[in-house]
């Protein structure tokens, strides 16, 4: 069963910074693309952004320019580097590969890690 360990959620207030991090299996990590979703509240679950194998990068339009996403090939880990955060970015972050294994079934995600983005 794939597994997805997410890490480094919080609450903070505007203008503030996060860092997540997702380990997983070698499997997984070493032959996809790695990305972040985000899924907040009455809404869908949605790609932030996505590394390659190679370390292209791509961002969702309104987080451009304040995330950055990175993977370590060493630890099976990837990261998302979140500053200057806003309330819009308050949801619970997911990583999977993209497109993601397993497709929506929630059997093929991890908990997820919550943040919270408040004055």
């Known amino acids: 069963q794939v597994q997805f360990v997410e890490s480094g959620g919080g609450s903070v207030q505007p203008g503030g910074s996060l860092r997540l991090s997702c380990a997983t299996s070698?499997?997984?990590?070493?032959?996809?693309?790695m990305g972040w979703y985000r899924q907040a509240p009455g809404k869908q679950r949605e790609l932030v952004a996505h590394i390659t194998t190679g370390g292209n990068t791509n961002y969702k339009d309104s987080v451009k320019g304040r995330f950055t996403i990175s993977r370590d090939n060493a630890k099976n880990t990837v990261y998302l580097q979140m500053n200057s955060l806003k309330p819009e970015d308050t949801a619970v972050y997911y990583c999977?590969?993209?497109?993601?294994?397993?497709?929506?079934?929630?059997?093929?995600w991890g908990q997820g890690t919550q943040v919270t983005v408040s004055s």
């Open positions: 070698g499997s997984i990590f070493s032959r996809n693309v």
């Open positions: 999977n590969a993209d497109p993601p294994f397993g497709g929506w079934s929630p059997d093929f």
